[in-house]
């Protein structure tokens, strides 16, 4: 069973990135395929992740284990959903941005799962290592969109990448 749901990730994996490819080079962005991109890319990482680990592994957890996982998928959507705000309230944009951050956690959740399925096992460390790398990406994506002056939803991340910043009003105000 692992090896099926590794088959249909990568289908959904390449069919997404396929996607906004092609809306990119045929110049057909909109607002709502944006928005339902960002809303796809939630449901597949949590379906996915906690469908897949709740088949494979969850009956090898203790207790603890199992919540701390889920706890981490609930973190997860609650993060998404507060950077879709942050882009909808600053930016008119009803999408996430698309870090390197954000997408090393989604990465990492999948990649654990992997040899979370084979080994039967969960190493603490793994899910506090992506918690933590999933709340990095929220406070960047957060800033981002607060401070930013142009929105693109394709921001590398801090560090990654410049941007325009959006000025100080009392500065535009005294000018």
């Known amino acids: 069973m692992p090896i099926v749901w590794i088959i249909v990730y990568f289908i959904l994996l390449n069919s997404d990135w396929i996607d906004g490819k092609l809306a990119r080079k045929l110049n057909a962005e909109t607002e709502l395929g944006a928005a339902l991109d960002s809303i796809g890319d939630v449901l597949v990482l949590v379906m996915g992740a906690t469908l897949c680990f709740v088949r494979f592994v969850a009956d090898s957890l203790e207790p603890w284990q199992f919540w701390l996982y889920v706890g981490m998928m609930v973190t997860c959507v609650l993060n998404k959903v507060l950077v879709f705000i942050l882009a909808q309230k600053y930016h008119g944009k009803g999408n996430m941005v698309h870090t390197y951050f954000q997408k090393s956690f989604a990465m990492g959740c999948y990649i654990s799962i992997f040899f979370w399925a084979f080994l039967r ?3 603490e ?5 992506l918690m933590l790398i999933n709340i990095y990406a929220t ?7 607060i401070r930013t002056a142009e929105y693109d939803v394709d921001f590398k991340g801090h560090g990654l990448e410049k941007y325009k910043k959006r000025s100080d009003k009392k500065a535009d105000q005294a000018s």
Request: glycine share 0%; charged share 15%.
């Open 139 to 145: 406070i960047d994506e957060s800033l981002y969109c």
């Open 121 to 123: 096992t969960i190493p």
């Open 125 to 129: 460390w793994t899910i506090y290592s």
